[in-house]
């Protein structure tokens, strides 16, 4: 059931579409910046913009940042949020649990097609990302890169931090996807489930910008988003990525098992 899941989603024309919007904006902004004296010079400005501007190969950093806040997100939750919801707009979920398919496996399925689904937009993403700074705006001098910090990151450096900065990504993305599987496995419509996955993220970076909610900062799913920034300092700022990664790994857990008990109760047959 997993490989028709994945294989299905691998075929599906929306799949790539998505993926394809996904890297428009990235493209758009990278073009800009070559064709235009509008940004920073190098050693000017924000840090992180500076060392994009100095070296093409930090440009998947950048790519990641522009699509992190709001495009990601989206193309996440309408793909976790059409997961079951879909299959019961479609009317095909009661005919899928009447084969000897088991509730918890077929959500297990379906969890491992969005897993996928995520690692390969944001893999796809920088990839891209880095094709794209290299080719607009340089690949840095041969001594290394020129990191956040001002220092000097060699290759392999750059590689595994790129990496990691592409796992952490996938893993943000997955708070989301279990909160719209959760939502899919209460709903027959994939729209519902995925806008009210979007409206919580949407309410977390609301509350993030009030003062009055800064109590609840450390625990909003969308806080620490953006700390991946902080893996191309030198040295790297492991605080926030660390508390990254423990929040999302508890939403995740929540989420589904939430998603779970939702679904292995859900009444099919009305």
Known sequence: ?????LTKMLRRPRTWITIAL?????LVVAVLLAVTDLGPQPGEGPAFLSAVLTDGTLYPLAALAI???????????????????????GGTLRYLLVRP???TRLLVAKLVMILAFVLLAVAVVAAVGYVTGVLLLGD??????????GTTLTTADLVQRTLLSIVYVALSMLGVAALALLLSTMSDSPLAAAMGALAFLIASTLLLTLDAAEALHPY???RYWLAFVDLFRDPILWRDLVRGVL?????VVVFLGAAW???????VTS
């Open 220 to 222: 909003l799913p969308t």
């Open 101 to 103: 398919v088991g509730r």
């Open 1 to 5: 059931m997993i490989r028709v899941e």
């Open 261 to 267: 008990a939702s679904f292995t109760t859900k009444d």
């Open 140 to 149: 840095g001098t041969a001594a290394g890169v020129t990191g956040v910090s």
């Open 247 to 251: 929040l999302q790994g508890a939403y």
């Open 67 to 89: 699509v992190l806040p709001l495009f990601m997100p989206v193309a996440v939750a309408l793909y976790a949020g059409e997961a079951v919801a879909g299959e019961a707009q």
């Open 22 to 26: 996904l890297n428009a904006l990235p």
